[in-house]
């Protein structure tokens, strides 16, 4: 039985990602249930549903997520990176998604969260066939979540069928634009989708459970269909008639460009959304929901619901976004195969960069614990970063970058060393900074620079690791 609460109150839930698809749905459902906290990175207009509490949050930012799950029971996790937050973001989705649920853990660990309900995809039963890079990164996501000891329940999906999904949305535009559709051979791929009204239900069901902490969860309508299947139901359900034919081969490239084109759905989501499709993403019977009973409703079903559907999920008004125009965001991961400590790196990075360069940079203290980095013997910095301590930690290090010529502003930016997955890995990442710079110039050199510098110091590490070994 789900867990109740020892005082005679409603539980608060806070969802990161409510401005998105689940999350505007849910708050439209559930606001009288649960005394729910939207987390936007944007300041919401005055809230015309006076149930739903907004606050600002920068989940890139660990003390900022920290202040947004103040008195929190429930956090939903529904945070999806592929939309850049900066001007310039250096960095995959995957790592950026690794960085992101490595904050919200943290967070929630640091404020006694309840619950943690993370919202990620099926993983193909054959672990030793390669996952696509959007399926491994949700089971990254999901790993760095529940690796702090927080309560995590995973539930897993595939095709999420309801007005406003992206998945469902490139399937029917797909449908309504072509009436003959040559497949390839990842629409015969197999998947279970689910509706959005019954996705609603299971989170509901699981907010406050004890009985699903810890757990992952498979979910999706008993129906097992192909991808080609649904789009032939679709089309009926439409009432288009559609020829679809098949051929026998992936053609990756073609796909991505065919969905993008005709799917109207942006690159930076079609790509790794096909790149899973080769995979048969079936509920696994171990891991399927088993301690409630749900009348699912069948793919016509949850198809006419979606395109019929007259319910309109509220929706905040934001304010205009105000910030510095031209930020920037670079992130880059490392293999920690030796278990090197995250300061140690930190550190070994300040004393290995002017040796790179040999004579073309030094790197010099700059005040009690600072360092610079200067060109050559010039007297101005080109950078300078200062520690952080009361902000770091054995898995972090965490410098302001405080100066420098390359720099327009101070107060803004900042670097930072961190280990994911028991340090399985390291990111080093540089958030908000603000070059000197013309952009243009910018991003043509230094930007570069940086990429491959860091690319360096990846390749130093893991020689370092075979000389010792």
Same mark, same amino acid.
């Given at each position: 039985?789900?867990?109740?609460?020892?005082?005679?109150?409603?539980?608060?839930?806070?969802?990161?990602?409510?401005?998105?698809?689940?999350?505007?749905?849910?708050?439209?459902?559930?606001?009288?249930?649960?005394?729910?906290?939207?987390?936007?990175?944007?300041?919401?207009?005055?809230?015309?549903?006076?149930?739903?509490?907004?606050?600002?949050?920068?989940?890139?930012?660990?003390?900022?997520?920290?202040?947004?799950?103040?008195?929190?029971?429930?956090?939903?996790?529904?945070?999806?990176?592929?939309?850049?937050?900066?001007?310039?973001?250096?960095?995959?989705?995957?790592?950026?998604?690794?960085?992101?649920?490595?904050?919200?853990?943290?967070?929630?660990?640091?404020?006694?969260?309840?619950?943690?309900?993370?919202?990620?995809?099926?993983?193909?039963?054959?672990?030793?066939?390669?996952?696509?890079?959007?399926?491994?990164?949700?089971?990254?996501?999901?790993?760095?979540?529940?690796?702090?000891?927080?309560?995590?329940?995973?539930?897993?999906?595939?095709?999420?069928?309801?007005?406003?999904?992206?998945?469902?949305?490139?399937?029917?535009?797909?449908?309504?634009?072509?009436?003959?559709?040559?497949?390839?051979?990842?629409?015969?791929?197999?998947?279970?989708?689910?509706?959005?009204?019954?996705?609603?239900?299971?989170?509901?069901?699981?907010?406050?459970?004890?009985?699903?902490?810890?757990?992952?969860?498979?979910?999706?309508?008993?129906?097992?269909?192909?991808?080609?299947?649904?789009?032939?139901?679709?089309?009926?359900?439409?009432?288009?008639?559609?020829?679809?034919?098949?051929?026998?081969?992936?053609?990756?490239?073609?796909?991505?460009?065919?969905?993008? *084109?005709?799917?109207?759905?942006?690159?930076?989501?079609?790509?790794?959304?096909?790149?899973?499709?080769?995979?048969?993403?079936?509920?696994?019977?171990? *891991?399927? *929901?088993?301690?409630?009973?749900?009348?699912?409703?069948?793919?016509?079903?949850?198809?006419?619901?979606?395109?019929?559907?007259?319910?309109?999920?509220?929706?905040?008004?934001?304010?205009?976004?105000?910030?510095?125009?031209?930020?920037?965001?670079?992130?880059?991961?490392?293999?920690?195969?030796?278990?090197?400590?995250?300061?140690?790196?930190?550190?070994?990075?300040?004393?290995?960069?002017?040796?790179?360069?040999?004579? *073309?940079?030094?790197?010099?203290?700059?005040?009690?614990?600072?360092?610079?980095?200067?060109?050559?013997?010039?007297?101005?910095?080109?950078?300078?970063?200062?520690?952080?301590?009361?902000?770091?930690?054995?898995?972090?290090?965490?410098?302001?970058?405080?100066?420098?010529?390359?720099?327009?502003?101070?107060?803004?930016?900042?670097?930072?060393?961190?280990?994911?997955?028991?340090?399985?890995?390291?990111?080093?990442?540089?958030?908000?900074?603000?070059?000197?710079?013309?952009?243009?110039?910018?991003?043509?050199?230094?930007?570069?620079?940086?990429?491959?510098?860091?690319?360096?110091?990846?390749?130093?590490?893991?020689?370092?690791?075979?000389?010792?070994?």
């Amino acid at each position: 039985m789900p867990t109740t609460q020892s005082e005679n109150r409603k539980l608060k839930v806070a969802i990161a990602g409510a401005g998105g698809y689940i999350g505007r749905w849910f708050i439209h459902h559930y606001h009288d249930q649960y005394d729910i906290i939207g987390l936007s990175r944007r300041k919401v207009k005055a809230n015309l549903q006076s149930e739903v509490e907004w606050r600002q949050v920068e989940l890139y930012s660990i003390s900022s997520t920290v202040e947004a799950l103040k008195g929190v029971d429930v956090a939903i996790y529904l945070v999806h990176s592929m939309n850049s937050s900066t001007r310039l973001n250096q960095g995959s989705f995957e790592d950026t998604d690794l960085l992101l649920a490595d904050n919200f853990s943290r967070a929630a660990k640091a404020n006694g969260v309840r619950q943690i309900i993370f919202l990620g995809g099926i993983i193909p039963d054959n672990f030793e066939e390669k996952l696509s890079r959007h399926i491994r990164s949700r089971l990254e996501v999901e790993q760095v979540l529940g690796s702090r000891g927080n309560n995590l329940t995973a539930l897993r999906a595939s095709i999420i069928v309801g007005p406003g999904g992206s998945s469902f949305d490139m399937i029917k535009n797909l449908v309504q634009k072509l009436p003959l559709m040559i497949c390839p051979k990842w629409t015969e791929s197999k998947t279970q989708p689910i509706s959005l009204r019954d996705t609603l239900t299971i989170l509901d069901h699981c907010i406050g459970n004890s009985n699903v902490y810890n757990q992952a969860i498979e979910i999706g309508s008993p129906e097992i269909l192909t991808y080609r299947e649904m789009l032939e139901r679709t089309a009926t359900v439409l009432g288009k008639k559609r020829m679809i034919l098949s051929v026998p081969f992936f053609s990756l490239g073609l796909s991505k460009f065919w969905v993008g *084109l005709f799917g109207e759905s942006p690159s930076q989501l079609v790509s790794p959304l096909v790149e899973s499709l080769k995979h048969t993403l079936t509920v696994n019977p171990k *891991l399927a *929901l088993k301690d409630k009973k749900i009348d699912y409703l069948n793919y016509e079903e949850s198809v006419s619901e979606a395109i019929n559907s007259n319910e309109k999920p509220y929706l905040p008004t934001f304010y205009k976004r105000k910030g510095i125009k031209n930020t920037v965001r670079s992130i880059q991961r490392l293999s920690n195969e030796s278990g090197y400590s995250i300061p140690w790196v930190a550190k070994r990075y300040r004393v290995w960069l002017p040796w790179f360069f040999k004579f *073309l940079i030094n790197g010099k203290m700059s005040g009690q614990e600072g360092v610079g980095f200067f060109l050559m013997n010039g007297r101005m910095p080109m950078l300078e970063l200062t520690p952080v301590h009361d902000r770091s930690d054995q898995h972090r290090e965490l410098f302001y970058i405080s100066g420098g010529w390359l720099v327009k502003r101070y107060d803004s930016g900042w670097l930072e060393f961190r280990g994911v997955l028991d340090d399985r890995y390291i990111l080093t990442a540089i958030h908000d900074f603000v070059p000197r710079l013309p952009w243009f110039i910018y991003v043509n050199t230094q930007a570069k620079i940086h990429l491959w510098v860091m690319n360096r110091f990846k390749n130093y590490l893991e020689k370092k690791v075979r000389f010792i070994g």
